[in-house]
């Protein structure tokens, strides 16, 4: 099984990544996901590493840079599911994954999503009315 | 990474399999979510194979056992994202997967087990208060 599954939840996208992440997995991960977030419209990125008991700087630099693809193509970030170990390794590393949202649990990374996406929609206006038009 | 992970969406749980379920693996699985169903009080299970290529009779054998069990502790199950060789091969194994409810991606597994949920407390008419006692 050589592809990481994108999950698309509404306006957003879920990744769960439970496979060590070397140099071609994370690049089609990295591909398929931008793709992913042009084809849907995604508005947010959800990658749950919960799974994941170590993260090195490869790694780190992956989730960077899918943060900042997402963002480019208006779409947010976040982390979730993160073990202490791992955030604790991460600070010692000196990656404090910059541009990165983190959240406890993909719930509260949605509601992180929805809020953000909700500041957006008032500063703007006018995004809401896709869904609005009815046969009667 | 010898741990699938389980995401608590709302009232359901996600899981996404993306990698070989050998025997240990897929009985840490079962203990996990029977365990995650009973914690949290989750009423569906969605079950994600849209990165399974080949699903061979241990793994229908798996995904039943999943399903009974949730079934006792009253969450239905729901596979999505079969891929369509692995439907034809399930078929030609003679594994029509009985008693699990299948849709085609998360987004639909989730209507279904809305509408399941909605039917049942339509016939029960009593769970719909817990979360409605405010502070004044």
Redesign the interface.
Known sequence: ?E???I????PFL?V?I???LYDRLALSLEADLVQMVNKTGARGVLI?I????IVDSFMGRIIGNIASMSKILDAETVVV?MQPAVAITLIELGLPLKGVYTAL???RG?NLLNSMIQLDEDDEGEEEDDDRIHSE
């Open positions: 099984m592809k990481i599954p999950l698309k939840m509404g879920l769960t439970q496979v060590d749950d919960s799974a994941v008991a599911g649990n993909v719930e949605m």
